[in-house]
């Protein structure tokens, strides 16, 4: 069972930046991918940022060059530093995880936390 809980969301002005982070309980997280994901009111979980045990990374389009995920599996935790921020990211983030191989699809996550808000002012 792995619990997940993140922080760090806020208000920003546009072209500014935040750093999320979601902290991680359970001895297995060094072995599970980690993934970031975005959700506005009404619509559907969309995928963002996952990195995987090794360290490499897969991000969506909308947010690649902008967007940094990393971890730190000494302290259980996962990072999204988020720059260049623009209004159509607001949004709530939430982290994910899961036993296996990378994916990007929400239905391939089963460990939630309850989820950042973020928002930028134009």
């Known amino acids: 069972q792995v619990q997940l809980g993140e922080s760090g969301g806020g208000l920003v002005q546009a072209g500014g930046s935040l750093r999320l982070s979601c902290a991680a309980s359970?001895?297995?997280?060094?072995?599970?991918?980690m993934a970031w994901f975005r959700q506005l009111p009404g619509k559907e979980r969309d995928f963002i940022a996952a990195i995987r045990p090794s360290g490499t990374t897969v991000y969506a389009d909308s947010v690649k060059g902008r967007f940094t995920i990393s971890r730190d599996n000494a302290k259980n935790t996962v990072y999204l530093q988020m720059n260049s921020l623009r209004p159509e990211d607001t949004a709530v983030y939430y982290c994910?995880?899961?036993?296996?191989?990378?994916?990007?699809?929400?239905?391939?996550?089963?460990?939630w936390g309850q989820g950042t808000q973020v928002t930028v002012s134009s």
């Open positions: 359970g001895r297995a997280f060094s072995t599970y991918p």
């Open positions: 994910a995880s899961r036993s296996g191989l990378l994916r990007v699809g929400v239905d391939d996550y089963n460990y």
